[in-house]
């Protein structure tokens, strides 16, 4: 883990209309799918709490976070920095169809996803409620309400999750009790991480097989088969 500055170089707004943020920063503050940073505006050090930043595109010089992003950030604002926090995605390397669902409000977590499964050769499919941000041509867009009967097409599932809908994501994904899915799959669980790892408050604990986990260090990004849902 690093701490570092970084400085907000452009901003933009969302397919929803929510700012996100290219943030320019060392090689060594670069998430990855799923990974995420914690940064506050220095001329804002009275901030009750940093922002948790996750890439809405894979890194380069720097990385586009996702929103939600502070109002108060502009361009020239300079970050500190911390990270690079919590586990990504990693289950995707020799899926040959990868599936990617959003149950949030955008799909911005996961589709760095989509720059992987090109460099892998892979088909996309994205699961997700409009409105949307602009995708290759070759990613094929459904709604949400669709991935039930096309579960079974991906050899790869990733998901970007709020924590309270974990106990009802069975019937959303339209599987009966105790039967198993159809393929690997890995889940964000987006859900407030206020301490992001600093003092194990508890506030983002996920309730998974070998008991409660704390999505800020044991997340993100967890193995579907290891939660309880």
Not at 142 to 167: F, N, T
Not at 182 to 187: G, I, S, T
Request: negative net charge.
């Amino acid at each position: 883990m690093h701490n570092g500055q970084g400085r907000i170089h452009q901003i933009r707004l969302d397919a929803q209309g929510q700012t996100e943020a290219w943030i320019d920063c060392p090689d060594g503050l670069l998430p990855e799918a799923g990974q995420y940073l914690v940064g506050y505006a220095l001329e804002d050090q009275e901030a009750p709490l940093a922002t948790c930043l996750f890439p809405a595109e894979l890194p380069g010089s720097g990385f586009w976070a996702a929103a939600p992003i502070p109002l108060t950030w502009l361009p020239g604002t300079v970050l500190a920095l911390r990270g690079v926090l919590g586990h990504g995605f990693s289950g995707y390397s020799g899926a040959r169809r990868i599936s990617l669902a959003s149950f949030t409000d955008s799909p911005a977590r996961v589709l760095p996803l989509v720059a992987h499964a090109s460099q892998l050769g892979a088909a996309v499919t994205l699961f997700a409620n409009p409105p949307l941000p602009s995708l290759p041509a070759w990613v094929e867009i459904y709604p949400l309400s669709s991935l039930p009967e096309l579960l079974y097409w991906a050899d790869y599932l990733a998901l970007d999750l709020p924590l309270e809908s974990l106990p009802t994501l069975r019937q959303a994904l339209g599987l009966l009790p105790e039967q198993l899915l159809p393929c690997p799959a890995q889940a964000l669980i987006y859900t407030p991480m206020p301490c992001a790892g600093l003092a194990e408050c508890g506030a983002c604990a996920v309730p998974t097989r070998r008991g409660w986990k704390l999505a800020c260090e044991d997340g993100p990004v967890f193995d579907l088969s290891n939660l309880e849902w």
